[in-house]
């Protein structure tokens, strides 16, 4: 969840922060983080950045060697132990290890190798560490809500607000209690203050066996409820959280199971940020041949969505039912179908077969395929396979970053179709607008801002996003469509237009131009 209240923040950082509060009996009380408080207080602590003079005014002589290294240096021998792991976990590990005690350090960090690191705090690592997180598990970050809760949720948030980790963001786990941070790690890739974001997990069972008699496992050892027994936890967190934080305040669901996310959407109309966008082949875009496959029948794992079935279809793919004869194979729908781009997020991997990608590049020039599952060993193909099978012709993007592919007569860029593109700037826009609704057109307006950011040399080089490096700047311009497209629906509160067109101009300029070092995170 976040607050719209100091969420973007342009000062360099300088000495410690003094936390000033007043209550009605003692109107002016200042607290000063000093000693090993200081130290242990990952907002505040700066580890070997802190000078003689800071040290000396906040107790710190003795506790820390006598040498004063600077942030950029501290960097580059970070990078360097890191690099030293060899299994993707263990640098997992040492990442959120640095978050816990240096957070300034540890965004400087991320933010100037997001590409290196988003492998190992992101896709395809955090898998790994969500199937490990019992054994993995050091220090709680956020709220913990399970069914033991019920009836006292809002004190279970109002106790959040006196945690030294003040953060505001929603998060919910569909196979037991795992990580929560990873949305907060995204959305300051936007220039949004983590402190204002709270990572929350909903445990309300699992019913993976495994993980219930893992002596390691830390969640609620119980089957998974269901039905309105989960209904009512769900609308007590939702009537709490309006309660507690007001209408300003954002939520964001991530890994719930379809009919639950359908029917979160028809209860609360929230939406929820599942897919990122991609840009289209220019020479396609706008083609009569893609305006009718788009008429005709999406597949799915049990088959075309068609009319025969629609008695026992769910209710969100109804709406996509169209007459077209049964088709048992998923060649055979290809070939029928004739469709320019392939998405696969079944989970189940090696869907595209040869078969398949070879039948789309006989359809299509430049066949976009996109196998999206995660983790990698459960994406419908490599992309290797969809270069070789596609005689190098094929577009390429899975849910997962990879690296370039170079088979000796060529390089292959895959991308990366991941909400990591959308999320840190769609958020930003909604909290500088001050928006209380989202509705599509405003998620279809973070599209197209960021399909309007890929040139015609990302094109030829087989990119269907901009280089993530540039995400800073990639949010700074999707954020002001966002909020602009929020504007037009009436959806804000408090922001007169010319505030908050003087506000997005401001966030704009310092997302585009100052580096990270100067955000206090």
């Known amino acids: 969840m976040m607050n719209s209240d100091n969420l973007v923040d342009n000062k360099s950082g300088g000495g410690v922060e003094d936390c000033a509060t007043a209550t009605v009996d003692q109107p002016v009380t200042v607290t000063v983080a000093s000693g090993y408080t200081l130290m242990r207080d990952p907002r505040h602590n700066k580890g070997l950045v802190f000078n003689e003079k800071v040290r000396a005014a906040h107790y710190l002589l003795g506790l820390l060697p006598p040498a004063v290294l600077g942030q950029e240096l501290q960097q580059k021998r970070l990078m360097h132990i890191l690099r030293q792991y060899k299994v993707p976990l263990q640098r997992y590990m040492a990442m959120m290890d640095l978050q816990e005690r240096n957070e300034r350090l540890f965004y400087k960090l991320l933010i100037d190798n997001v590409e290196e690191l988003l492998l190992v705090i992101y896709t395809p690592t955090v898998g790994e560490a969500c199937q490990k997180y019992g054994s993995i598990f050091r220090c709680p970050q956020g709220l913990y809500i399970s069914l033991k809760d019920k009836g006292k949720i809002l004190e279970v948030l109002k106790a959040g607000e006196t945690c030294p980790s003040h953060r505001r963001h929603r998060r919910r786990e569909n196979f037991g209690a795992r990580r929560s941070r990873l949305s907060s790690n995204r959305t300051s890739l936007g220039g949004v203050r983590t402190s204002a974001c709270l990572p929350v997990t909903i445990d309300v069972g699992t019913n993976n066996e495994k993980l219930l008699n893992g002596k390691f496992y830390i969640g609620l050892r119980q089957q998974r409820a269901t039905g309105q027994e989960d209904a009512v936890l769900l609308h007590e967190f939702m009537s709490a959280v309006k309660q507690n934080y007001g209408e300003k305040v954002l939520i964001q669901f991530e890994d719930f199971a379809n009919h639950n996310a359908f029917e979160l959407l028809g209860r609360f109309y929230i939406l929820s940020l599942t897919i990122g966008s991609c840009s289209s082949v220019p020479e396609r875009a706008n083609s009569s041949r893609d305006v009718e496959a788009g008429k005709k029948c999406p597949s799915?794992?049990?088959?075309?969505?068609?009319?025969?079935?629609?008695?026992?279809?769910?209710?969100?793919?109804?709406?996509?039912?169209?007459?077209?004869?049964?088709?048992?194979?998923?060649?055979?729908?290809?070939?029928?179908?004739?469709?320019?781009?392939?998405?696969?997020?079944?989970?189940?991997?090696?869907?595209?077969?040869?078969?398949?990608?070879?039948?789309?590049?006989?359809?299509?020039?430049?066949?976009?395929?996109?196998?999206?599952?995660?983790?990698?060993?459960?994406a419908e193909c490599t992309e290797e396979e969809a270069y070789t099978w596609s005689e190098g012709r094929a577009i390429f993007a899975s849910g997962s970053p990879l690296t370039p592919l170079n088979t000796g007569a060529k390089v292959f860029v895959p991308g990366q179709a991941n909400n990591a593109y959308i999320f840190p700037g769609f958020g930003l826009g909604l909290i500088i607008s001050g928006a209380i609704r989202v509705q599509e057109d405003v998620l279809l307006a973070a599209s197209k801002a960021l399909a309007s950011q890929v040139t015609e040399e990302h094109l030829g080089k087989g990119l269907i996003y901009p280089p993530f490096s540039n995400i800073r700047k990639i949010s700074a311009k999707i954020a002001p469509k966002v909020a602009a497209k929020a504007y037009e629906g009436w959806h804000l509160t408090f922001l007169r237009l010319k505030i908050w067109l003087n506000t997005l101009t401001a966030a704009r300029t310092i997302l585009s131009t100052h580096p990270a070092s100067e955000f206090r995170f």
């Open 300 to 378: 799915f794992l049990m088959g075309l969505i068609v009319e025969s079935r629609k008695q026992s279809l769910q209710h969100f793919k109804k709406p996509w039912a169209h007459w077209h004869e049964p088709v048992t194979k998923f060649v055979d729908a290809v070939k029928a179908i004739e469709p320019m781009v392939l998405i696969g997020t079944s989970g189940v991997g090696k869907q595209f077969t040869k078969k398949v990608v070879e039948a789309m590049a006989a359809i299509n020039e430049k066949p976009l395929i996109m196998a999206l599952s995660n983790p990698t060993s459960q």
